[in-house]
Structures are given as structure tokens and as C-alpha cells.
């Protein structure tokens, strides 16, 4: 929609892997989009091809086997993974967010045990925070992981985890003194195969999404050893936590606006072809002045994105700004997202089109990575 347009932070290197993310998705994720939705998630097989194609963890150090880029080839994937369709793949949880936690926090130990066989797609990454009675407050989760020698015992609930039936590597937060309110809480990495108290729940019927093994997690007497407390030292987990919630909020970010952009083209194009009184819909002048609105919107939306991202690569961006970029961008998605779905007309409300696939699966954007009523909260605290 933009052939002249580059993100100012882009260089040659993220131009290459645009054009190779590109074309992987296309042909490799977007054909299969009915499919994943049927079995409710994506062929275990996809996290290892798309690991081959170099696509996994573009920002985790060489040494532990990632790309040693920076979030400008993670924001690059995200985008090209929804210009390509997809409301399926869980790339961001594992590779933008959950990696992170890891690279960020753990010992040198656990970044070699672990890191490697994320960046290559052997093993699949999660995160379960989200509790039935603990979204947003993550002080108020009830999951408790007691010392027991050299294991921790974990019981308790998780519910809205991404990845969950294909996730080999778990970070669950727990709290390990339950007097000490957020310098209580801490994170472990569950290495889950074959793991006793470990249960699978349901996989959840979601409004859109529906190829994103989206699943409750039950623990009940769950030993992990105390070497997967991740950092190794108690009492961190909620510091880790906030430490990285802005990265999970501007990757949301990323993929909102991108999503803007992929109803858009998808508008316009339906709109130069469906007819209606023997003219092109696009002659209209009401469709007209509604895909210039939408096009302009979207190319504010990716300069104030671009904006985010390269104060993330230079290390300077702050929570409230990454809670506007969430907030605003996802707001701008399912506003973008409606009103080009209008375009297409009773075929707009039809799963087989993109369009539809793309409006039933932005909804959740304003709910998940801290809601955006609590993203008003935190950026006004900064006023």
C-alpha cells in the first residue's frame, strides 16, 4: 500500500528479511489458515520450518543460538506474519516475548540449556500468568510453588495460555511467599514432557483465532527442579515481569497496525473489482473517502510505531509510551478493521474471507497484554 515507504530504524539486513519473511508466510502459512482453524492449531512441524528459515528468535544473542539482531527483525516477522493473513502462529509469545524472559533473566546455565532449541523451533515457548481470577493484577495470582529440597512444588491454574498444547518450555508465575505481596512472586522455566501434575485443559472456543492453541493449564503437585527458577533467585518474578511487559505491549502494537494495514489493502482491492450499479464500488465517493481515511490512519498509525521501535532498539523507551502504542493501536485496529469489513459487503461476515478471519481476531488485542482500560491507568500515572 506503500511501495515507497521504510521504517527509519530499517536497514539492509531488515530489508532481506522482510522480503524472505515475506515469502515464507505466503506460502507457508497463509494457505493453511482454514486448516489450522478446523484442528484449533498450527502443525507442530510449522515451529521447525519457520525456526529453519532463521525466522525464531531474530534478537537472542549468537551465542545462545539467536539471529544477535535487534526488535526492528522481530517487529519485521510480526509484521510480514500478518500481512500474510495469519491469526494463527504464535510467533510473538515465543520468539518477541517469552525468549526474552530468558535472555533477559536467566543464569548463563539456563540460556545454554534452553535458548538454543527456541531459536531452532525444537522447543515451543509459553507463559502462564493469566489465573480465572487474576488477568491484569498480576499480584493477585493464587498459584503457589513451595520448596521441597531441591524441587519446587507447584499447584495451581492458568487459563488464556497461547502455545499451550505445543509449548515444551513454560514460564509460569508462581508465588513462593505468599506474605511478601509482589516481592513473592517469582518465575520457573517447565520443561513439560512427561512432567507428573502437569495437565492439559480444553482448548478454549475464542471468538477468532481459532488455529491459536489457546488452552487452560492445571498444576497439581508439579515438581520442577529449583535450578529452573529462572535467575535462580526468589522473589523476582514480578520485577521480571514489568521489566518486560513492554516489549510484549509494543510487539502487540506492531502486529495492530500491521493488521490495519493488511484489511485496508484487502478493501481497496475488493473495492476496484466488486461492482454495484454497473460501476466499481470504489467509485463511490463514500468508499472512497473511507479507504482514504483508513490508508491515512494506518500510515500515521506505522510512523508512531516506527517511533516506538527505534526508542526500543536504542534502549530508551518507557512503559507509558508502550502502553500508548498498545492502546492506541490496537483501538485504531479494530476501528480500521470494521470499516473496511463494511466494504465487502454480507461476503465481510463469511470466515472464508480474510477480512472476517482479520475482524474476529482483533477484539482480544484490547484485552490481552494488560487491557486497555489499564494501559489509560498507567499512562496516566505518568502525567
Known sequence: MFPDYRSPWE???HALLRQHAREFFRREATPNQARWAA???VDREFWAKTGDAGLLCLDVAEEFGGGGGNFGHEAIVQQELNLAHDTAFGFSVH???VAHYISAFATA???QRWLPKCASGESVLAIAMTEPGAGSDLQGVR???VRDGDHYVINGSKTFISNASHCDLLVVVAKTDPTQGAKGISLFVVETAGLAGFERGRVLDKIGQHGQDTRELAFTDMRVPAENLLGGVEGQGFYQMMEQLQRERLII???AIAVAEAATVEAIRYAKQREAFRKPVLDFQHTKFLLAECKTEVL??????DHCVQRQIDGTLDAATASMAKMWSTDKQCDIVDRCLQ????YGYMMEYPIAQMYAASRVQKIYGGTNEIMKELIGRSL
Open 39 to 41: 484442528q484449533h492449531e
Open 143 to 145: 498459584t503457589t510453588a
Open 11 to 13: 536497514t539492509e539486513d
Open 343 to 346: 466494504v465487502f459487503g454480507g
Open 109 to 111: 546455565e539456563q540460556k
Open 95 to 97: 520468539s518477541t516475548i
Open 253 to 255: 502494537g506492531v502486529g
Open 300 to 305: 500515521a498509525g506505522k510512523t508512531f510505531i
